[in-house]
């Protein structure tokens, strides 16, 4: 399996906290992305990254902002969490854009009360 | 990114082989056809992919037609582990994946 490490697993947290989740990665890949999961909307492209420092926007990025400071790290940012945030985040790698081997983490289970 | 269409679900039995169709009538000629799986509650997992020939790896087999209008993933011995929503997509390479609603198999004893 791809070494790609998310965290936190799960959390909970209040409408207007910001909270940080993490996606690692050992496997060197430029391409670095950040999708949600809802019921009835399958997955959707938050941000995604090709590079250090180069990040742009997906099909659902208001609410969100991310950095990339190393290869290895792509951090998803919510300044103040909503409800409507309340989601499933996967993060996933690639070795180019729109690469067919995307490799997904294992999720992180966001709560927003 | 061409539109796909897929059977909101499936059962299979074990053991048997699991045809799941896609049909992608309005793809382009430089569209790719992939398909991932995602067993509950993990990240998706790609399984195959493809442009105009017939492909197989260790895990599955795709066919697609000759006017790649439609395509059909074969797993050949279905296991219960195989019970997962299966995501059928046409994408342009260089384009950011699109996930639609897939289909769930539901392989049975």
């Known amino acids: 399996d791809a070494g790609i490490t998310q965290s936190p697993r799960h959390k909970v947290t209040e409408t207007g906290t910001p909270v940080t989740l993490r996606c690692h990665q050992t496997e060197n890949h430029r391409y670095m992305y950040w999708y949600r999961q809802d019921p009835g909307h399958g997955l959707r492209l938050i941000h995604y990254s090709y590079g250090v420092k180069d990040t742009d926007k997906g099909e659902v990025s208001d609410g969100y902002s991310v950095s990339r400071s190393k290869t290895e790290d792509f951090l998803l940012t919510l300044e103040s969490a909503t409800s409507s945030q309340t989601s499933v985040y996967f993060c996933?790698?690639?070795?180019?854009?729109?690469?067919?081997?995307?490799?997904f983490g294992s999720g992180t289970q966001l709560s927003v009360l | 990114d061409a539109k796909t269409t897929q059977p909101p679900s499936m059962d299979c039995a074990e053991g048997r082989a699991a045809n799941l169709p896609c049909n992608h009538s309005?793809?382009?000629?430089?569209?790719?056809v992939y398909w991932y799986r995602q067993i509950h509650s993990q990240g998706p997992q790609y399984i195959i992919h493809g442009l105009k020939n017939n492909e197989t790896n260790e895990m599955a087999s795709l066919i697609i037609t000759e006017d790649r209008k439609s395509s059909t993933l074969i797993l050949p011995h279905a296991t219960l582990r195989d019970t997962a929503v299966y995501y059928c997509i046409a994408n342009n390479a260089g384009n950011m994946l699109t996930f639609g609603g897939g289909t769930r198999l539901m392989v049975k004893p």
């Open positions: 309005t793809i382009s000629g430089n569209e790719y």
């Open positions: 996933a790698i690639g070795t180019d854009a729109g690469s067919e081997k995307l490799f």
